[in-house]
Each structure stands twice: as C-alpha cells, then as structure tokens.
C-alpha cells in the first residue's frame, strides 16, 4: 500500500513538471546558487542582500552542476523530499494511532493533496523543511514514548536543517516545541 502511494505521488509530481517556465522565486534561488563562484561568496550575498538562510542554495549548487539548470531536474529535489513526505506521513499514521490503516490513509491523502503536489513541483525549499518537520515530529514522538537521547538528537539535527532551509519552518517547530513543553509540564 506505501508503494502504491509514493506511484501515486510520484505520478501526480512528475505530471507537467517541466510544462511551467521557473516563476519569479524559482529564478532567485538559481540566480543565487549558480552565480557565484564560491559559497561563501553566496552566504556572504545573502546575508547582506536578501536575508534568506543558505542551506537550501547549498543543496542547489551541486545538484544544479550535476543535473543541469532545467526546470525537472531542479525542481526533482522538492519530488524526492515530497515523496518522502508521503513516506514520513505513513510512518505518522502507523505508529502515533497504532495503526497501518491511519498510516495508508495519510500516505494517500499526502500523494494527492493538492498543495503537496504543488510545492513537490517548485525549485524552492518547502518540501524539503516539511520533510524535516516530519521527520522531527516523528523523532519527537519516539523520544517522548521512549527516552532515547538519540531520538531528541534527531529532532534537533531536523529541527536545525529546517531552520536553515527557510525561516517559516518556525510555523512547525513552534507547535512541535509547545507540544514537548506541554509533556514535560504534564507528566
């Protein structure tokens, strides 16, 4: 069932993937990580210009000199993630409601939401900070069961990547940290 819902979305991403020209924000994030001949040089630029965390344009730089500049092939960095949205929503489903129904549910509905499908199509850094709220929520929920200090490890390693990749990633660590909060407060 997992599989048959990551075709799904898979699918449903690579449908007109390329057919739409790069929008506005798109062409920022290339312009930002191709122009420059280093990536210091790129932080520096956005730290004094435009005020956007570098992680994303790091990722971006080497895959755009491997793949090429070409809409699918820069855009297919926010499929795989998008995908493994879908994977990370099936492992939500299955373990926080203990069951694999729950989770084949939420791994369906996350392959054809349309909002997933459309920023699983754009060369910018929102599916790639969804899966990393994902996989910290996920990590939150396996250490707050068990105790196990690798698992808040992992939320915090996630929790600092999507801090890095764009600062809305605030909107899930808030929710995510007031739940942990209200645990310790609780129990």
Known sequence: ALAAALAVALLLRLINIQAEPYWGDEVLSLDISTTFHSARQMIQYLVDVEFHPPLYYLILRPWVAIFGAAEASTRAISV????????????????LLKSRLAGVIAAFVLAAL????????????????????VVAMLALWEYLQSGRRRCAALFSLASIAGMYLHYSYLFILGPLSLWWLFELLIV
């Open 80 to 95: 795989i993630f998008g995908l493994g949205v879908v994977a990370g929503g099936y492992v939500a489903g299955k373990r």
């Open 114 to 133: 349309p909002m997933q499908i459309e920023y699983g199509q754009e060369a910018r850094p929102y599916m790639i900070f969804t899966f990393c709220g």
